[in-house]
T-cell receptor, first 116, second 111 residues
Framework: GAVVSQHPSWVICKSGTSVKIECRSL??????MFWYRQFPKQSLMLMAT?????????EQGVEKDKFLINHASLTLSTLTVTSAHPEDSSFYIC????????????FGPGTRLLVL | QKEVEQNSGPLSVPEGAIASLNCTYS??????FFWYRQYSGKSPELIMS????GDKEDGRFTAQLNKASQYVSLLIRDSQPSDSATYLC???????????FGKGTKLSVKP
């Protein structure tokens, strides 16, 4: 299947700092990528939709000025958590639909963020 | 608001048994349905997709879809301890074409 990578896989940072997470589609081009967040024992919740060449679309309740998304190319989307706080600690997962994207989505391995 | 409901479990079955996982969804217009497996600390891994009413089999896994009842299920035959994980039901139904996930059912297969 299609491969999606994320970097870093783990990050620990101090409160108030910014953290950048990269999501790459390795063997296909993705005009759309999705960013999900998963808190412990909860399901995945969509945060935003990243669109190549245009602004991201954020879900209700997600602060666009705090979670900056840049879809710089057809294979790369970045999520920057600005001024991170402990409540932002979570598992961040990106996904990208390849080719006939109506069929499925492939998920990156996820980035676990811990804000101290 | 579109919703996907799953029994959170845990569901415990002995090794070799059939595990049955169920899911209901609220949007009658949904067309695409997926089952993902998620091991602790890992991201979801696609197991099955189903788009038409009826059964779809892939190895030990069978997905069943009943659009009239808005119901999707996953059967795992000859369950193995390695099948122990959380199983997420997902429906494509978001305004952006994204997936909407249930909370997942935790499956435990006892040796």
């Amino acid at each position: 299947g299609a491969v999606v990578s994320q970097h870093p896989s783990w990050v620990i940072c101090k409160s108030g700092t910014s953290v950048k997470i990269e999501c790459r589609s390795l063997d296909f081009q993705a005009t759309t990528m999705f960013w999900y967040r998963q808190f412990p024992k909860q399901s995945l919740m969509l945060m935003a939709t990243s669109n190549e060449g245009s602004k991201a679309t954020y879900e209700q309740g997600v602060e666009k000025d705090k979670f900056l998304i840049n879809h710089a190319s057809l294979t790369l989307s970045t999520l920057t958590v600005t001024s991170a706080h402990p409540e932002d600690s979570s598992f961040y997962i990106c996904s990208a639909p390849p080719g006939n994207w109506q069929e499925t989505q492939y998920f990156g391995p996820g980035t676990r963020l811990l804000v101290l | 608001q579109k919703e996907v409901e799953q029994n959170s479990g845990p569901l415990s079955v002995p090794e070799g048994a059939i595990a049955s996982l169920n899911c209901t969804y609220s949007d009658r217009g949904s067309q695409s349905f997926f089952w993902y497996r998620q091991y602790s600390g890992k991201s979801p891994e696609l197991i099955m997709s189903i788009y038409s009413n009826g059964d779809k089999e892939d190895g030990r896994f069978t997905a069943q879809l009943n659009k009239a009842s808005q119901y999707v299920s996953l059967l795992i035959r000859d369950s193995q301890p390695s099948d122990s994980a959380t199983y997420l039901c997902a429906v494509r139904g978001g305004s952006q074409g994204n997936l909407i996930f249930g909370k997942g059912t935790k499956l435990s297969v006892k040796p």
